[in-house]
């Protein structure tokens, strides 16, 4: 009785915390996932989220740190997808999407989106090539959001030869958005801001590989998203890692920056976002290393928190909160 009193104590005064994941049941069962508050999820880490709203739910798709601590590097081996129709309760499914997916990469589940057209679900991700020196980006296809989801062309779409770049990581990160007229664009890129038009296929290059001018501080993580008659290019900014944004008339630019949209997120080098409208809010869903004790650059968490836009559709910095988002109604 004296020893946990002397936990007690301990854990008030603040000098030890809780376990770092989901704790376990008498019976060895893992406990509910809380239903409010970030991280979203609290038994795995999840980083680098993309989200997609179909049919009034919304669908995260999330990279899983899975390095053992006390190791500082990147292990990554599959996505993971998280459902909620109220940005709150978060159902998981079965892992959709492994890297043997693709039998021509070698490793590394880096960031990911998926989208929606004709019916047809398409999961665009960073993977290490097996044969092609540095980083490259697949493209899988599903019936459904959440899969199965099988390699789409049985080769890489982007491939590290087929940019200019002293680093071999360049050819990461990609996002897809379709515009009011069907064009399907694809943006992607470190340190350079690569982007070029799909076709309708969505497995194929229309046309040349363009760089996006007039980024500063441009890192990594471009989002694409349109509200009202504004494009905006969202981005991880400097290192470490915030959020900086532009905005634009036309998805092709030119871009003007805009500024920051959220600071570093907490604990974490690294910095990745996804914008979606939803029930009539807003979001930005991001990571970040909140969960003691192996939380951190190698090990992050998915949150979620609002965004607001101002009169003359500027966004709002992003207020980065332990409390997370309400239930939408």
């Known amino acids: 009785m004296a020893f946990m009193k002397t936990l007690q104590l301990l854990f008030l005064a603040g000098l030890i915390t809780a376990p770092a994941l989901r704790p376990t049941t008498a019976l060895g069962q893992a406990a509910p996932v809380p239903k409010a508050g970030n991280p979203i999820v609290r038994d795995k880490y ?28 990147y292990v990554m081996h599959e996505w993971l997808c998280y459902s909620s129709q109220d940005m709150v309760t978060w159902k998981e499914h079965p892992s959709p999407l492994n890297v043997k997916a693709f039998a021509w990469a070698r490793d590394d589940a880096w960031a990911s989106q998926v989208i929606e057209r004709n019916g047809k679900f398409y999961w ?17 296809v599903a019936d459904s959001p959440t899969g199965p989801f099988k390699d789409a062309r ?4 982007i491939t590290n030869n087929m940019t200019e770049s002293k680093i071999m990581w360049d050819d990461i990160d990609p996002t897809v958005f379709v515009d009011d007229k069907g064009q399907a664009y694809l943006y992607w890129g470190n340190t350079n801001c690569y982007w070029a038009k799909l076709k309708p296929n969505m497995t194929e290059l229309d046309g040349p590989i ?3 001018a007039n980024l500063p501080g441009y890192t990594e993580a471009p989002w694409v998203h349109k509200r009202g008659g504004w494009y905006y290019l969202s981005y991880a900014y400097q290192f470490p890692e915030k ?15 805009k500024g920051l949209l959220n600071e570093v997120a907490g604990n974490s080098n690294t910095n990745h976002q996804a914008i979606i409208s939803f029930k009539g809010k807003d979001y930005f869903i991001y990571h970040n290393g909140a969960i003691p004790t192996d939380g951190g650059s190698f090990r992050r968490s998915v949150c979620i928190d609002y965004l607001y836009y ?3 559709g500027t966004m709002q910095r992003v207020a980065m909160t332990t409390e997370g988002v309400k239930a939408a109604k």
């Open 46 to 73: 999840t980083a680098d989220p993309a989200a997609l709203v179909h049919n009034g739910t919304v669908y995260i798709y999330a990279g899983h740190d899975e390095a053992p601590a006390p190791e500082q590097r």
């Open 124 to 140: 665009y991700a960073t993977v290490e090539h097996g044969s092609v020196p540095g980083k490259s980006i697949g493209v899988a």
């Open 154 to 157: 049985g080769s890489a779409l």
């Open 210 to 212: 363009n760089k996006v």
């Open 243 to 257: 959020i900086a944004y532009a905005m634009s008339r036309s998805i092709e630019g030119p871009w003007e920056f």
């Open 310 to 312: 101002n009169k003359d």
